[in-house]
């Protein structure tokens, strides 16, 4: 049969799926394939083969859809970061919203659903305040790049190739970070090439540099560096701090994350200063933000206002409510909902987070947030709050279901869910459907040129 793994066939994409991938459907069979979009006519090798599905490697782009433009981005076609930077941004959010509405209908089984227009991304390069990239001991060469003998292949540091862990694009220019942030990656690269410690080998798991972490202040237009090895060498890293400090007066922070995990990613066993301040700080409308190496911030400084706003106008508070937020990170949303409620409290399992919000709260002269630290689920139970308004924005797993049962319990008259990924939004949402009405889900894009798509949903108790 034409579809068995290893086989070539000729394709039409009719659709994208959400994860990004072009979907063909010859004779209504489903076939995934990267980097395609609806209207190209391909030619795939079959990669994979299951039963109600295959998913396909692209070999030749036979006929180019209409919606295809050129990617502003020299590595798009390779890099895991903007896999839809060929599709114009107004059909990105087209399709974003199908993807809503097609994960609450067939995930959550929950029809009728309003689900409004997406909300543009302000910006849509430039736009991100925290980029990670990778170092490795082993680049990987572009099929143009293998043809040039000049190019080394002992150190990338970048952007993996999608669906690898070992794979390593080395980027000397990330559209979607503010130019100085290439800059300084660019001086990062020449100061590790020459230091003469080696960069880590994904397979060995042996190599000194790992991670380099870069955070942006939009407000204030402070850099923070975040140098992620796996052992302390004070020697080699505090010449590099100054460097990049008198170079670039804009970095404020310099942190070396220590880590000798094996496992890919950037938070260290422990962290230590190596110049200026321990945390960058940010504004976000009339508040400051302090917020240290390994805290979640959203990524997207404008979008993160237009959503924070849009959990306001959900929450509709008059100053008299007491607040519950679920997942609370840095105390981003209690603080910013503080002037219109009674009390907000915030719970979150990264205790550094948890610092970050008191401090935050303090910052801002805040006296009506309080934050505790654990797991949710071990937490919420103990806390004996009231609890008239709740906002849950969890990680992309979405809610623990003893938590959604807890949550029931509690019976907030509203939750405002704020989610990072239709699917488990949908999932949540439909195991909350026998206690609550879903009145609008209101999607807003903060990751421009991928699939990711952020939703905010209003609950309401019936
Ligand atoms: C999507 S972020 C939202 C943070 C915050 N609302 C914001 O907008 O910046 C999810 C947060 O949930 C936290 N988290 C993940 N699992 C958790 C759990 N089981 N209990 C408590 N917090 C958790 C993460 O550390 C992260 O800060």
Not at 92 to 106: A, F, N
Not at 294 to 316: H, I, R
Not at 431 to 453: A, C, G, N, R, W
């Amino acid at each position: 049969m034409a579809f068995q793994k290893g086989k070539t066939t000729e394709l039409e994409i009719i659709d994208l799926a959400f994860g990004g991938m072009g979907i063909a459907k010859p004779d209504g069979f489903p076939i995934f394939v990267d980097r395609t979009l609806p209207g190209d006519k391909v030619r795939v090798r079959i990669t994979r083969k299951k039963k109600n599905y295959a998913e396909g490697g692209l070999l030749e782009l036979i006929e180019s859809s209409p919606l295809r433009q050129k990617a502003p981005c020299s590595y798009a076609g390779n890099c895991g970061g903007c896999r839809w930077q060929a599709l114009p941004y107004s059909e990105q959010l087209k399709y974003k919203k199908q993807h809503v509405i097609d994960s609450l209908e067939h995930i959550g089984l929950l029809k009728g659903i309003l689900v409004k227009d997406v909300i543009p991304s302000e910006n849509i390069f430039g736009f991100r305040n925290k980029m990670e990239f990778s170092c490795s001991d082993r680049r990987w060469l572009s099929p143009e790049e293998l043809a040039n003998i000049e190019i080394k292949k002992d150190f990338g540091l970048g952007l993996h190739v999608p669906g690898t862990f070992d794979k390593i694009i080395d980027i000397e220019k990330c559209l979607i970070q503010p130019d100085i942030g290439n800059q300084i990656l660019n001086d990062i690269r020449i100061y590790i090439k020459e230091s003469g410690l080696p960069a880590y080998n994904f397979k060995s798991h042996e190599g000194f540099w790992r991670f380099v972490m870069l955070r942006n202040s939009a407000a204030f237009g402070t850099w923070m560096v975040n140098i992620v090895t796996k052992q302390e060498n004070d020697n080699i890293l505090t010449p590099l701090a100054h460097k990049l400090m008198n170079k670039y007066p804009q970095i404020t922070s310099v942190i070396n994350n220590i880590t000798s995990k094996k496992a890919s990613i950037s938070v260290g066993e422990y962290e230590k200063v190596i110049a200026g301040e321990n945390s960058i700080k940010e504004k976000l409308g009339d508040f400051t933000f302090e917020i240290s190496a390994n805290s979640f911030f959203q990524t997207n400084t404008k979008g993160a206002e237009t959503l924070y706003s849009l959990v306001s106008k959900y929450a509709d508070l008059s100053g008299s409510e007491h607040v519950l937020d679920l997942y609370s990170g840095t105390g981003t949303i209690p603080i910013w909902l503080s002037k219109d409620a009674k009390q907000v409290t915030g719970i979150e399992i990264v205790e550094s987070a948890v610092q970050d919000a008191n401090k935050n709260a303090a910052l801002n002269s805040i006296q009506n947030c309080s934050f505790h630290v654990g797991d949710i689920k071990d937490v919420l139970p103990s806390i004996h709050k009231q609890c008239d308004v709740m906002i849950i924005d969890p990680p992309r797993v979405g809610m623990h279901k003893d938590v959604v049962e807890q949550v029931i319990a509690l019976a907030p008259k509203k939750i405002v869910y704020v989610s990072c990924n239709p699917a488990t939004l949908a999932r949540d949402i439909s195991m909350l459907q026998s206690q609550y009405k879903v009145v609008e889900v209101q999607p807003v894009d903060m990751f421009p040129h991928t699939f990711h798509i952020e939703s905010v949903a209003l609950l309401e108790l019936v």
